[in-house]
Structure formats: structure tokens, C-alpha cells
């Protein structure tokens, strides 16, 4: 059963449509990650959800209730990442876990979180004396104190070093592992991949794909690229009829292909007719990286159009 259901949504700032027509369900127990390029409209989506803003069309459904309406019995079920701005400089780290700690029913118990987050050598450190990194763990832990069904992080990793950001991945695996949904805004495809079940790539203000990460890279263009050096010139005409080819490129003799395993195989084929020799033959899987730049970067829709 979908735990956020987002149907048809819409949000118009000065007579531009941010958010023109955006569709999802999020399932229970799932992370869910919406990516795309700056200023696609992903934030946002997500305080619609959270009940910030106030759709100018559609419909948003929080297990069933509507976070403009009921916002306060939505604030119970969904625990969202604040923004800076929202705790003042002189709190200390345990009298900000305690607050939030005391404004739930069932809260989590906050040394352990605070532990988990390397906060626990912070706790008397005031909000306004932390690093970038330090008051983004603090946002996670203050996130997940009240013990949500539904967890929102926008850019949870921004700011974090490589080995911060792999201890909170590993700390919402383990939150999706007690049956806590995660809803996840991100710009880090590592991130996406690693976590996310499924993926809405949004493009201004739209849907541009929705599928698993390996789904969005089968879909991409060019999901298997294959390069070789030949020993001999190949006809143009002969590569430009391989099977789902996505693109060609000649690159100091060097040869450049996108497109799907069957690509790789007819250009193989093809090369041992002609008994020309692949020099130094590579074959690349695409990753969420090329996929994303495939689904949100015009030029390269227009040219495979
Ligand atoms: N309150 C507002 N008033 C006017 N324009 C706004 C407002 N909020 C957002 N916008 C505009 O809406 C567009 C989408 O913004 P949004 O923050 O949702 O994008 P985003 O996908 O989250 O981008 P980013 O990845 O840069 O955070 C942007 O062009 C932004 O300038």
C-alpha cells in the first residue's frame, strides 16, 4: 500500500509552472529517491508532501491524510529534515535532541542515535559552534527522533566527507531495515544507486522517468558503450547500421560506441568479416550517472529524436 501518493501535482511561482503535473506512489518499507538538475522542482514536491507549501492543483496523500489539512497528524507519521535556519545558534546538541525528543509521543532514545550519528562527542556543543557536516547529522538525528513511519532527507550527504556519508547510508539502511520508509532528495548518483529501491528523475517540473536505478540505466541510450582501436578503417555506413546503436565516435583513430549488448555483438561480427583486429576492446556498463545526463539533458534527447 502506498505510504505518499502524489497525483497531478502542480505549483506555479509568477505565472512558471515549478512543479507542472508530477506523478508517484511511494510503497511502504521502500527508499525512494527523486533526483534531477538544479531548479527541476524536487524540493518543491517534497514540501508539498510535508505540508510547507500549498499545491496550487493535484492531490497529496500522507498515509491517507492531507498534509495541508491535517498537517499535525501528518507531522506524527512523517519526520523531515529541517532547514538550518530552524534552530537557534545557542541550543546545544542534547538540549535539541531533547526538545524535538519531547514534542513526539514515542520517541527514539537520543543517545544512541546521537552515537550512531558521531554526535556523541557533541553533546555540549552549541548548534551555532558546529562544522557543515556536524549540524547535517544533527538535522538526520532530529529527522528520525520522533520515530516516523516516513522519513523526508533532502541532500542528506551534502557537506558530509566520504566517511561520514558512508556511516549515514549505512544508518538508513538500517532505518529502512526497522520499517521506516525513506523518502530521499539527492544529487549524488552513488548515493541513489546504493540506497534507492526506486527513482523519479524529475525535469522541469516533470516526471522524466520513474523505474529501479538498474531500470533508469537499461533505459538510458546508451547503456553498454564498447571502444576498440581497429586495425584497419571501417565503413561508417557499416557501424551506423549496428542494431540499437545510440551513438558513434571517432576519436584518434579510436572508435567509440554506445548502445546494448547486441550492439557489442553485431560490431564483433561485423569486425571478423571484414577480418579487421579490435585493438585494445573495451566494454563499459553505463552507470546512473550517464543515464541521469540521458533523461534530463535536451540535446542528447534531441539527438537520438
Ligand atoms: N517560493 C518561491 N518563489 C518563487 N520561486 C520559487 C520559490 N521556490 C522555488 N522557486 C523556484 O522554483 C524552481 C524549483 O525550485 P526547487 O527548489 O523545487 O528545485 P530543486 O529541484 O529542489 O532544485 P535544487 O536541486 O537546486 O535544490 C526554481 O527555479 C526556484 O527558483
Redesign the pocket.
Known amino acids: 500500500m502506498p505510504v505518499i501518493e502524489v497525483t497531478d501535482l502542480r505549483k506555479t511561482?509568477?505565472g512558471?509552472a515549478?512543479?507542472d503535473g508530477v506523478s508517484f506512489a511511494v510503497e511502504e518499507g521502500e527508499i525512494f529517491g527523486i533526483l534531477?538538475?538544479?531548479?527541476?522542482?524536487?524540493?518543491?514536491?517534497?514540501?508539498c508532501i510535508e505540508g510547507l507549501?500549498v499545491p496550487d492543483a493535484g492531490r497529496v496523500r500522507v498515509t491517507g491524510l492531507d498534509p495541508v489539512a491535517d498537517h499535525a497528524r501528518v507531522a506524527r507519521v512523517l519526520g523531515a529534515q529541517l532547514q538550518e535556519s530552524e534552530l537557534q545558534a545557542k541550543l546545544t546538541v542534547r538540549e535539541a535532541l531533547e526538545l524535538y525528543a519531547s514534542f513526539y509521543p514515542d520517541p527514539l532514545d537520543w543517545a544512541p542515535l546521537a552515537e550512531r550519528l558521531g554526535l556523541g562527542e557533541k553533546l555540549s556543543a552549541r548548534f551555532g559552534k558546529l562544522s557543515g557536516g556536524q549540524k547535517q547529522r544533527l538535522f538526520i538525528a532530529l529527522a528520525l527522533i520522533g520515530n516516523p513511519r516516513i522519513v523526508v532527507l533532502?541532500?542528506l550527504t551534502t557537506g558530509l566527507d566520504p566517511r561520514a556519508r558512508r556511516d549515514t547510508w549505512e544508518l538508513i539502511e538500517d532505518v529502512r531495515a526497522g520499517g521506516v520508509t525513506v523518502l530521499l532528495?539527492t544529487?549524488f548518483m552513488e548515493e541513489a544507486q546504493r540506497l534507492c529501491d526506486r527513482i523519479a528523475v524529475?525535469d522541469k517540473?516533470r516526471v522524466a522517468a520513474l523505474d529501479s536505478p538498474a531500470g533508469l540505466i537499461r533505459r538510458s541510450a546508451g547503456a553498454t558503450v564498447i571502444s576498440f582501436t581497429p586495425s584497419a578503417p571501417v565503413d561508417d555506413r557499416d557501424l551506423n547500421a549496428l542494431p540499437e546503436l545510440a551513438s558513434v565516435e571517432h576519436r584518434d583513430g579510436r572508435i567509440t560506441l554506445a548502445g546494448t549488448d547486441e550492439t557489442v555483438n553485431a560490431v564483433i561480427t561485423l569486425l571478423a568479416r571484414h577480418r579487421i583486429t579490435a585493438h585494445q576492446l573495451r566494454v563499459v556498463d553505463a552507470t546512473l550517472d550517464d543515464a541521469f545526463l540521458d533523461l534530463t539533458d535536451d540535446r542528447t534527447k534531441e539527438a537520438t529524436a
Open positions: 511561482y509568477g512558471r515549478v512543479v534531477g538538475p538544479n531548479g527541476a522542482g524536487k524540493t518543491t514536491t517534497v514540501e507549501r533532502d541532500e532528495v544529487h524529475i517540473g
